[in-house]
């Protein structure tokens, strides 16, 4: 197809799947310019989630503190999408700042998923199984997930601090892959957790997402923490034989539905048949990694947000009498409810007096999760796990929740390997009774990308 004819048809897409406000920006098609046939993105779209600079859309957060910011510059990975003449279509939708697992609590108002949604059946040309209903697409990177999902874009880029590539990807039926830490730069991505934050890659097949890794990994002056990593190559003749898998039994936790279940197993059985060695193994940690995350993640955000004054960046009070008053007014007004309580709890972790008691005690505990993972590693390959527990949940039922409840039912699978930075990806493999798609995660150990894709691909 030709440039024009695939902005075209990305922009009708886009119009049709307004209703699951997926996007929050869309680049107007003069402004889209034509690559080369050269070129490895070349005739790609791409969505890319609103927490990484650009210098042609604002770069929201889906926050009132950075509702009008340009930030003047793209993030790295941008520019390498870019200069391999990816079509940088639009910005997506998000939870303020990264920070959820629904795309639920947005300044824009929430995302929808596209599966079992009325919009599902009329576009979809779907024959009508079942009651349509809104479900959310996951998050907190939904916007990039229903982009690719709805076939709007071939390539969403997410973050993934605790999951938010994996988990909507698998509730929205795409791939959802998180490269090792440090192995993508994140010059340009607004923080998080730096010490867990990672660019995350969102497509419909595992060759789009070798091809995009191939494109944005690799050293970035701008990026202390990144390497030089060597890109994948799959290759077909590719075999299970030699690869051991692990299933860590705590991954089978409360919440976990049957269909889930059956899926996971059923899947290690067909790759017990192709040849893998497939046998339970443990993850002793697992279940603390919830409870550490989230004061490790409260802390990073307390300290990530200070930039945030009404000075700097962002939202500017008008009603300031001193400077204390600029603060905290331009914060009042310009932070949701969750930043903020991220923030009060962050702070208090990190008085002087709780200072051993909560952060330390976290930094430890993460290192017992890494030693988990470092052990598992001695033994397997491949570790498989489901991604989220069910199928997506009902968007009225959980935006009930509160943002805290909606994390731990959530993150529980997908957040450990954030803890030891290891690579994961998320594969749909089924459909469950009402046709939402049910997915599996599969990990492996740092920087051996080839290994899980290559794996991944064959599931697929
Ligand atoms: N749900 C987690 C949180 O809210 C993870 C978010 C993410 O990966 N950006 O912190």
Redesign the pocket.
């Known amino acids: 197809m030709s440039h024009n004819k695939v902005v075209l048809a990305s922009l009708q897409r886009a119009c049709l799947i307004k209703e699951l406000n997926a996007f929050i920006s869309i680049a107007q098609p003069q402004d889209l310019s034509p690559s080369r046939s050269t070129d490895r993105l070349n005739g790609f779209t791409v969505a890319i989630k609103d927490n990484f600079c650009t210098t042609d859309f604002k770069t929201t957060c889906a926050s009132q503190m950075l509702a009008d910011y340009n930030p003047g510059y793209d993030a790295s990975i941008v520019e390498k999408l870019r200069k391999e003449g990816a079509i940088l279509f639009g910005k997506t939708n998000l939870d303020e700042f990264?920070?959820?697992?629904g795309t639920v609590d947005s300044l824009h108002g929430p995302t929808k998923n596209i599966w079992g949604s009325p919009l599902h059946y009329t576009i979809g040309g779907k024959e009508r199984k079942s009651k349509p209903s809104w479900r959310i697409a996951g998050g907190?990177s939904g916007g990039s997930a229903v982009a690719v999902a709805s076939g709007t874009c071939r390539i969403g880029i997410g973050?993934?601090?605790?999951?938010?590539t994996r988990n909507p990807a698998s509730y929205c039926g795409v791939v959802g892959f998180k490269p090792t830490y440090s192995s993508v730069s994140r010059h340009g991505l607004i923080p998080?957790v730096n010490s867990m934050d990672v660019p995350g890659i969102i497509t419909r097949t595992v060759d789009d997402a070798v091809l995009t890794y191939n494109v944005i990994s690799g050293h970035d002056p701008k990026d202390s923490t990144t390497v030089e990593v060597s890109p994948v190559k799959l290759d077909d003749k590719f075999n299970l034989n030699k690869i051991k898998v692990g299933i860590p039994r705590e991954y089978h936790c409360e919440g976990l539905s049957q269909e889930v279940l059956e899926v996971w197993k059923s899947i290690a059985r067909i790759l017990q048949e192709a040849g893998a060695k497939v046998s339970q193994m443990s993850m002793p940690h697992t279940s603390s990694s919830i409870a550490c995350y989230s004061v490790l993640?409260q802390c990073e955000v307390a300290s990530n947000m200070a930039r945030y004054d009404g000075l700097r960046y962002g939202h500017r009070s008008s009603q300031c009498k001193s400077t204390h008053d600029l603060y905290a007014s331009s914060r009042s007004e310009g932070l949701g409810l969750v930043v903020r309580g991220r923030i009060l709890a962050g702070n208090f972790f990190l008085l002087q007096r709780n200072y051993s008691k909560y952060f330390e005690k976290a930094m430890k505990v993460r290192r017992l999760i890494c030693e988990d993972f470092k052990r598992a590693w001695d033994e397997f390959d491949i570790l498989l796990t489901p991604t989220t527990l069910s199928g997506a949940p009902e968007l009225r039922q959980f935006a009930g929740l509160d943002n805290r409840e909606q994390?731990v039912m959530?993150?529980y699978c997908t957040q450990p390997a954030n803890m030891s930075g290891c690579p994961a990806i998320s594969i749909p493999v089924a459909l469950n009774k009402n046709e939402l798609p049910l997915s599996l995660q599969l990990m492996s150990k740092n920087y051996d990308e080839e290994t899980l894709l290559s794996v991944a691909r064959i599931i697929e």
């Open positions: 990264a920070m959820g697992s907190s973050s993934d601090t605790g999951g938010s998080l993640n994390c959530n993150d």
